[in-house]
């Protein structure tokens, strides 16, 4: 007889060792965290869940207690403010994380940093995959959000300065010299 398990408190090693699978959706909306860094959700907004699926799984290690896996894969779609053109520009997000639970915060540390395909935590009674996923999505988000090519040509605004770079900059002073080097004509 399978066993239900609770996404929102799930005990990790028993879903592990009944090998058990859950998946469904959560309402973007409910990912407060997550939606800091984002347009709000509107009607335009890409999607309004987050699709998810996990699968637990457990490995007999000679000697020790066995290895407590979980797989987990999260597929959203947000929009963020493009840092080139400040249109909102959709950004996907698409995360598969290799988790491993074991025994003890210190040894989930110390594995952790050992480890590069997989990320070690520490077993609790319960764990909580929504927030655990809105980690996931959270560090999966780009630091700079911006088009691959953005819609439209580049607005000269004064808002533009905020994010000017420092090749703008060397341009404006640039610009600024031959104004002085031409005695103040008007430039072209
Ligand atoms: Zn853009």
């Known amino acids: 007889m ?11 090693a028993a879903f592990a060792q009944a090998e058990g699978r859950l998946g469904g959706e959560w309402p973007l ?23 998810w699926s996990a ?8 000697g020790g207690d066995p290895e407590i896996r979980l797989l987990l894969r999260a597929h959203t779609a947000l929009q963020m403010s493009c840092q080139r053109c400040l ?11 290799r988790l491993r639970f074991v025994r003890g ?4 540390e110390t594995l952790d940093e050992d480890s590069e395909d997989e990320d070690v935590l520490a077993l609790t009674a319960t764990l909580d995959l929504q927030a655990l996923t809105e980690d996931e999505l959270i560090l999966a988000l780009p630091l700079v959000p911006r088009h691959e090519h953005c819609p439209q040509p580049l607005p000269m605004s004064a808002g533009e300065d905020e994010i000017a770079s420092a090749d703008d900059s060397e341009r404006a002073f640039a610009g600024l010299a031959s104004l002085l080097r031409d005695g103040g004509s008007k430039p072209s």
């Open 105 to 108: 915060e210190q040894l989930a």
């Open 87 to 97: 249109q909102p520009v959709t950004v996907e997000l698409d995360v598969q994380p």
């Open 29 to 51: 909306a409910a990912l407060t965290r997550l939606l800091q860094d984002a347009l709000p959700l509107s009607a335009d907004s890409p999607a309004t869940v987050v699709a």
């Open 55 to 62: 699968r637990g799984s457990r490995k007999a290690v000679t």
């Open 2 to 12: 399978s066993v239900a398990f609770d996404p929102r408190r799930l005990d990790v």
